[in-house]
C-alpha cells in the first residue's frame, strides 16, 4: 500500500463510502493519514464536538479540501453538551473555502449573524436549513446577496422567516375547524353557489421580509427552490420570485397540515387580470404542492398551466384544484411523466366527494403520452361509500389503456374492482403495482393480476379480501422479483415465503412513519 501512488491511493479512497471505514483506514499509517484528510470532501456532524467551535477549527484544519458538510443535532439535549453556534459558522465559512453544499439540521443557536458567516462561502450552490428556529428572512437576504453561485435553497420547519400576515378569513369562507368533513364548498364554480357570511378582513401587507426571494429571483440563479412548513411564506408571497421562475427546474411547497388559519387572498389580485402570473416556467420539471388552499384564478394554481417542460407532479390535499385545472394541465404538459394525487372528499356542489373527477384522468389518458407513473391516495373516504371519490372506474381504465404505465400505486382506491383489475392483465409496460386498503379487489382480481406479462414487483397492504389462493395465482406465474405483503389477515407467511427473489412478510400494517405518504 505504502508503494502506490498518490492518485492511485485517492481513487481507492474515494471509492469507501464508510466513513468510519475511512477513519479506520487512516489510523494504518502516516501516509494513508495525511491522504485521507486530504482527499476527504464530505463530513457529517453530529452533537459530540466539544467544545464545539474549536473541535470545528480542527475539523477544517484537518480536511482542507470538504466541499460538503452535513451538520444534525436532531435528537439533541442538554446532556449531549453545546451545540455549534454562530462562531462556530464563522469557523466553517473561513476554514472551508471549497465548500459548496452545507446542511444544518435543529441547529438553535445559530441565528441570522450565522446566516451571514455563510454569506461569505462565495462557491456555496446548495443550502438546506431544517428547523432553525432563529433564523429570520433578515439572514436569508444576506445569504442570497453573498452566496451568487445558489441553485439550490431547501427551508423546512424555519417558522420565523416570514412575509404575508395571517389571518382568520379566506375569501368569502370562514373557517372555524380543522375537521375535514366541515371544511369548504369547493369545486367547479367555486364561490358562485357558495353563501357565506363575509366579514370584514383588513387586507394583509406584503411588504414586509421577502426582499431575500426577490433578490435570488432576480438573480435567476435557484434551480431548486422546496419550503416546506415555513408557516410565514404565504403562496402569494412567492410570486416575488418573478423571473427567478424562468429557469427553476424543482418547487415544492407544503403548508402546515391543519386548515385552522388559511392563506390570505393576494392583495393585488384584480379578476380577469392575471399580470402577476404572466411569467414563464419553461424550465419546470419538477413540482410538488401540498396542504395549501387555493381560489379560482389565483394562487399557486396557475403553475399547471405554465409548465410546459413538466415531468413530475405531486398534489397533496391541495384545496380548491378541480377538473377544469387537470384538463389545462393535460393540454400544456405533453412531457408529463408521472403524477401523484392524494385527494380527500369536500362537499362540492350539495355533493361530498374528491373534487376531481374522471374528466381529469381522461384529460391525461388524452394529453400525456409518456405519463409512466400514476400514484392515486384517498384519505378519508369509507369503502361503503364509493361516491366519496370522484373517480371511476371507467376513468382509470382509460387511463391504464392509454398511458405506457410502469408504475402504478392505488391506496383506498375503492372505485377499482376486479372488473378494473382485468385492465392489467393487458397492461403491456405495467413492471410494479402496489396496493393498499383497496377493499374491492379479491381472489378474482389477483387472477388478472398474474397474467400481467411484465409485472415484476407486486406490493400488497391492508388487503381484507385477498387471501392465499388469490397470491397463489400470482406466485405460481413465476415472474416476481419482489413480493411485499403488510397487515394483510388472509394471507399466510408461507405462501409468501420464497415466491419472489426478494419476499418480505408482516403481520402488522406499515407504519405512517414508514409510509411517508400524507
Known amino acids: 500500500m505504502e508503494d502506490l501512488p498518490v492518485l492511485l491511493l485517492a481513487e481507492i479512497i474515494k471509492r469507501i463510502p464508510s466513513t468510519s471505514d475511512l477513519n479506520s483506514l487512516a ?23 466539544s467544545p464545539p467551535t474549536s473541535a470545528m477549527a480542527s475539523l477544517c484544519s484537518r480536511f ?17 453538551g453545546a451545540q455549534l453556534d454562530n462562531q462556530g459558522l464563522n469557523v466553517l465559512s473561513s476554514g472551508c473555502p471549497l465548500l459548496t453544499d452545507l446542511t444544518l439540521i435543529h441547529c438553535s443557536n445559530i441565528d441570522d449573524s450565522g446566516l451571514a458567516y455563510i454569506a461569505c462561502c462565495k462557491k456555496l450552490k446548495t443550502l438546506r436549513l431544517h428547523t432553525l428556529p432563529a433564523i429570520s428572512s433578515s439572514g436569508l437576504l444576506s445569504v ?3 452566496c451568487k453561485s445558489l441553485s439550490t435553497l431547501y427551508l423546512n420547519s424555519c417558522e420565523n422567516i416570514g412575509g404575508t400576515q395571517r389571518q382568520m378569513q379566506w375569501g368569502p369562507w370562514a373557517v372555524s375547524t380543522t375537521s375535514y368533513d366541515q371544511f369548504f364548498h369547493l369545486g367547479e364554480g367555486q364561490g358562485d353557489e357558495v353563501e357565506a357570511e363575509e366579514e370584514e378582513v383588513d387586507e394583509p401587507t406584503a411588504t414586509g421580509g421577502m426582499e431575500w426571494l426577490e433578490y435570488l429571483g432576480r438573480a435567476g440563479s435557484l434551480e431548486e427552490l422546496v419550503l416546506v412548513f415555513c408557516k410565514g411564506i404565504s403562496q402569494y408571497d412567492l410570486l416575488k420570485f418573478g423571473p427567478g421562475w424562468m429557469r427553476l427546474q424543482r418547487f415544492e411547497f407544503e403548508g402546515k397540515r391543519s386548515y385552522d388559519m388559511i392563506e390570505p387572498r393576494d392583495p393585488s389580485y384584480v379578476p380577469h387580470h392575471q399580470y402577476k402570473y404572466g411569467f414563464s416556467c419553461e424550465s419546470l420539471k419538477s413540482l410538488r404542492l401540498a396542504h395549501i388552499v387555493t381560489e379560482p384564478e389565483i394562487g399557486l394554481r396557475f403553475l399547471l398551466g405554465k409548465c410546459r417542460g413538466l415531468e413530475r407532479l405531486c ?17 400544456s404538459c405533453r412531457n408529463l411523466r408521472s403524477i401523484k394525487l392524494v385527494l380527500m372528499p369536500l362537499f362540492c356542489r350539495a355533493t361530498f366527494s374528491t373534487p376531481l373527477t374522471d374528466d381529469s384522468l381522461k384529460a391525461l389518458a388524452l394529453g400525456c403520452p409518456k405519463l409512466e407513473e400514476v400514484d392515486l391516495a384517498f384519505a378519508g373516504c369509507d369503502p361503503c361509500y364509493q361516491t366519496e371519490i370522484g373517480f371511476k372506474r371507467k376513468g382509470l381504465v382509460k387511463l391504464i389503456k392509454s398511458c405506457p404505465i410502469r408504475i402504478l400505486v392505488l391506496t383506498s382506491a375503492n372505485f377499482f374492482d376486479n372488473k378494473g383489475v382485468k385492465v392489467l392483465a393487458s397492461a403491456e409496460f405495467l413492471e410494479t403495482l402496489e396496493l393498499m386498503r ?5 381472489d378474482g382480481g389477483m387472477h388478472y393480476i398474474a397474467r400481467a406479462p411484465r409485472l415484476v414487483n407486486l406490493t400488497l397492504r391492508e388487503l381484507n379480501h385477498v387471501t392465499d389462493g388469490g397470491v397463489a395465482k400470482v406466485v405460481h406465474a ?3 422479483e419482489s413480493l411485499t405483503v403488510e397487515g394483510c389477515p388472509r394471507i399466510s407467511a408461507q405462501t409468501v415465503e420464497g415466491a419472489a427473489r426478494s419476499a418480505h412478510y408482516s403481520v402488522d400494517p406499515p407504519s405512517v412513519c414508514d409510509l411517508q405518504r400524507y
Open 478 to 480: 413465476k415472474k416476481l
Open 27 to 49: 489510523l494504518v499509517s502516516k501516509r494513508l493519514y495525511a491522504v485521507e484528510a486530504e482527499h476527504r470532501d464530505a463530513i457529517f456532524i453530529s452533537y459530540g464536538l
Open 144 to 146: 442570497s446577496v453573498g
Open 438 to 442: 383497496c377493499q374491492a379487489i379479491t
Open 64 to 80: 482542507p479540501n470538504l466541499s460538503k458538510v452535513h451538520i444534525s443535532y436532531y435528537g439533541w439535549t442538554l446532556d449531549h
Open 315 to 331: 398534489l397533496h390535499f391541495v384545496i380548491g384544484i378541480s377538473d377544469r385545472d387537470m384538463i389545462m394541465l393535460s393540454q
